[in-house]
């Protein structure tokens, strides 16, 4: 992004209270120089009562324009003001202020916002079609930039907000391969603070701070999901086998080596290998073993 032209800096203004009190004083001296006058012509000098008159609606008309520069500004509030289109300052104190009267003022909120991106299609890095939406915590940091630096600062930063979300989307897979890369699914809280720096130097020459970011959606799209859902339920049958096969091995260890240890039966060779098998099964099985009782020995 390009530097910014203007900074901002706080304007000269001084306390509203005064100023319109000074002005309804104003107010009430026209009139009552205007009457003065229509009096005096009443009484038969015209030569006096006439510039009577017009001084009282020159101050009746001075004390109108004075007091349009009075300005009310709220809390999380600023008001930028421009004298003839130079940049002359913003007002950030809160309660009646009061400017030069020639000057326009904009108002400008500095409070927190959320924008919310709508649903996103993109292709993760493993070429996926995914479906992504975030929302965005932000505040206008810099009112002069917010103002002058982009044309509509609150479309500037819905648009740059997509385009870091596709960006992010794009660079990092739904599903991590290997356990140490980075996945938009196992990896929410470092891409998002990721998606938020990326925000932060995209939204910066309109004066806005990225304050959080966070995923608001986040799923495989309509045409896939059935496939990575049973790509995921595969993984998980798998790895489930893995756990209870290595528990099995651990117990067939176990039970051979206390039956060695306390000397309950002396196993040959091929007697250790149909036990292990039996037990195998048993432990592993998905269902319930049915029992077969063998009436002779094991070489009958």
Known sequence: ??????????AHSIGGALAL???????????????AGAVVAKDGTPGLGVPLII????????????????????????????????YTGTIRTDGLRWVNPLTTREKISTRVRNHETAVLKVNDAYGNPVELAAVVVWKVEDTA???????????????????????IAIEYPYDAREEHDLSLRGNAEEITEKLAAELSARVQAAGVR????????????????????????????????????????????????????????????????????????????DRAPQPVLNTGSLYQ
């Open 21 to 35: 009190l000074l002005g309804l004083l104003g107010l009430l001296a026209g009139i009552g120089v205007i009457i």
């Open 145 to 167: 930039q917010a103002v002058f630096e982009v044309d509509d600062f609150l479309e500037f930063v819905s648009t740059q907000t997509e385009a870091a979300v596709r960006h």
């Open 55 to 86: 001084l009282g609606i020159l101050l009746f008309i001075g004390s109108i324009f004075a007091m349009c520069g009075l300005n009310m500004v709220a809390p999380g509030e600023a008001r930028v003001v421009q004298l003839f289109g130079r």
């Open 210 to 285: 990225i304050i959080e970011s966070r995923f608001t959606h986040l799923a495989y799209a309509p045409e896939i999901a059935s496939a990575m859902l049973q790509r995921q339920q595969a993984g998980a049958v798998v790895a489930a086998r893995r756990e209870i096969v290595d528990g099995a091995v651990g117990m067939v260890e176990a039970a051979l080596a206390r039956i060695t240890e306390q000397d309950i039966v002396e196993l040959d060779e091929e007697r250790k290998a149909s036990m292990v098998s039996n037990l195998m099964v048993v432990l592993c099985g």
């Open 1 to 10: 992004m390009p530097k910014p032209q203007v900074r901002e800096f706080t």
